[in-house]
Antibody, heavy 122, light 106 residues
């Protein structure tokens, strides 16, 4: 069974750095083709893809947020960490992590965490 | 950057209706188009990948079609559990989600 779970602070002050951790089980980030990504959703708004990291440490970022995001993985802990610098109230959202499956030709998020709500406020 | 649009932004339908949602990419994405369903307070669920492939466990009343820039999600006979928001997503060049289409009860 594949599970992913996001963890981190629920409240962050403007200008601070937000660090979120995705802890997963049921698959390995050493398997060829596998990726773990981060997606967020502000209250009442659409999904926004942020970043993804693949089994071979290839990393992709949303161009509009690239300068503020860093994604890393710790395969021994089955964790992926998202860091977002200089947060602003517009970064208030539910943050999801999700898996890209190892199947060839399938570039989609097939398993998702429950999401973690982050509020940016002073 | 590839931008995604969806139409309509919302629609009202009845149980049993055939529902069609359209998605358009700002440039060709071949068949790298996925569809997700999201219910309030829940994480999205993958329905369709690479334009027309039904995800394991997704009901067969959902189907996808299209290629290049124009894509369609069809629900052949709307069921009560299908009232939700649907998002398309391109995966040709990283990822981009569309703005979503909300399906509610007429």
């Amino acid at each position: 069974q594949i599970t992913l779970k996001e963890s981190g602070p629920t409240l962050v002050k403007p200008t601070q750095t937000l660090t979120l951790t995705c802890t997963f089980s049921g698959f390995s980030l050493t398997t060829a083709g596998v990726g773990v990504g981060w997606i967020r959703q502000p209250p009442g708004k659409a999904l926004e893809w942020l970043t993804v990291i693949y089994w071979d440490d290839d990393k992709r970022y949303n161009p509009s947020l690239k300068n503020r995001l860093t994604i890393t993985k710790d395969t021994s802990k089955s964790q992926v960490v998202l860091t977002m610098t200089n947060v602003d109230p517009v970064d208030t959202a539910t943050y999801y992590c999700a898996r890209v499956p190892p199947a060839y030709g399938i570039s989609a998020f097939d398993s998702w965490g429950q999401g973690t709500r982050v509020t940016v406020s002073s | 950057d590839i931008e995604m649009t969806q139409s309509p932004s919302s629609l009202s339908a009845s149980v049993g209706d055939r529902v069609t949602i359209r998605c358009r990419a700002s440039q060709t994405i071949e068949n790298f188009l996925n569809w997700y369903q999201q219910k309030p307070g829940r994480a999205p669920k993958l329905l369709i990948y690479t334009a027309s492939h039904l995800e394991s466990g997704a009901p067969s009343r959902f189907s996808g079609s299209g290629s290049q820039t124009d894509f369609t999600l069809t629900i052949s006979s709307l069921q009560p559990e299908d009232f939700a928001t649907y998002y398309c997503q391109q995966s040709h060049s990283s990822f981009t989600f569309g703005p979503g289409t909300t399906v509610d009860l007429k």
